[in-house]
C-alpha cells in the first residue's frame, strides 16, 4: 500500500501569512500513460465533512479561491495557501488515488490562526 | 445538484450489527464506483469499503475485511454498508463518497458509536 506522509502536524499563522504543507508519498503517484499525478488535497472545516479542494496534484476544484495552489510530482507534493484567512482554519489532508483501492489519505495538517 | 445523505447510524453494542444507508442525488449513480471512507474522533481519514459502478466488486481493507459489507441498489440511488461483528475501534462517523480523480462529493456523516 502506499503510504502518505504529511508535514507539519500543525501549524500557527497570522491571518495573510503565507502556508504551505507537505505530502509525501512512498511511490510515485506519477502515471506515465497521460502524465498526471494521481493526489488530492481536503480541507476539513471544524463540525464539516471534508470538501476536495485539489485534485491531479494541481486542478482547483470549482469554486476553490485562487489562493489555494497544489504544487509537485512524483512523491513530493504541496499545498500553498498564500494570504491566509480566518475563515481557512481547517484540518488539510492529502490523499492518493494511483494505487487504488486502497485509498489511503496522510494524517492530516491542523492548520490555526493566530 | 449532488446531494448523498446518510442514514442508520447510533449507539450499538460490541459484537452486534448495524446497517448504513446513502441516498445519492443529482447524478447518475449507476455511472459511479462509491466509497465508504470513517473518522474515528480526533482522529484522520480511514478508507473503509468501495464498490463498482455495477456492484460486482467490492474492496475492503484489512481492518473491515471480513465483517463489513458494502452493496447498492442502483434503481433507488442507495449505497449500502452492512457492519457486523462490531468492535469498540469501529467507533466513528461514516462518510459515503463518489470517488472521481478523488472524492468530489461527500455526505455529512452519521455516527457510529460502539460501546456496551
Known amino acids: 500500500d502506499i503510504v502518505m506522509t504529511q508535514s507539519p502536524s500543525s501549524l500557527a499563522v497570522s491571518a495573510g501569512e503565507t502556508v504551505t504543507i507537505n505530502c509525501k508519498s512512498s511511490?510515485?503517484?506519477?502515471?506515465?500513460?497521460?502524465?498526471?499525478?494521481?493526489l488530492a488535497w481536503y480541507q476539513q472545516k471544524p463540525g464539516q465533512s471534508p470538501k476536495l479542494l485539489i485534485y491531479?496534484?494541481?486542478t482547483r476544484q470549482s469554486g476553490v479561491p485562487d489562493r489555494f495552489i497544489g504544487s509537485g510530482s512524483g512523491t513530493d507534493f504541496t499545498l500553498t495557501i498564500s494570504s491566509v484567512q480566518a475563515e481557512d482554519l481547517a484540518i488539510y489532508y492529502c490523499?492518493?488515488?494511483?494505487?487504488?483501492?486502497?485509498?489511503?489519505f496522510g494524517s492530516g495538517t491542523k492548520l490555526e490562526i493566530k | 445538484e449532488v446531494q448523498l445523505v446518510e442514514s442508520g447510524g447510533g449507539l450499538v453494542q460490541p459484537g452486534r450489527s448495524l446497517k448504513l444507508s446513502c441516498v445519492a442525488s443529482?447524478?447518475?449513480?449507476?455511472?459511479?464506483?462509491m466509497t465508504w471512507i470513517r473518522q474515528a474522533p480526533g482522529k484522520g481519514l480511514e478508507w473503509v469499503a468501495s464498490?463498482?459502478?455495477?456492484?460486482?466488486?467490492?474492496y475492503y481493507p484489512d481492518s473491515v475485511k471480513g465483517r463489513f459489507t458494502i452493496s447498492r441498489d442502483n434503481a433507488k440511488s442507495t449505497l449500502y454498508l452492512q457492519m457486523n461483528s462490531l468492535r469498540s475501534e469501529d467507533t466513528a462517523t461514516y462518510y459515503c463518497?463518489?470517488?472521481?480523480?478523488?472524492?468530489?462529493?461527500w455526505g455529512q456523516g452519521v455516527m457510529v458509536t460502539v460501546s456496551s
Open positions: 511511490q510515485s503517484l506519477l502515471y506515465s500513460g497521460n502524465q498526471k499525478n494521481y
Open positions: 464498490i463498482t459502478n455495477t456492484g460486482g466488486s467490492t
Open positions: 491531479w496534484a494541481s
Open positions: 463518497t463518489k470517488p472521481y480523480s478523488g472524492f468530489d462529493y
Open positions: 490523499q492518493q488515488y494511483y494505487d487504488t483501492p486502497p485509498f489511503t
Open positions: 443529482g447524478f447518475t449513480f449507476n455511472n459511479y464506483w
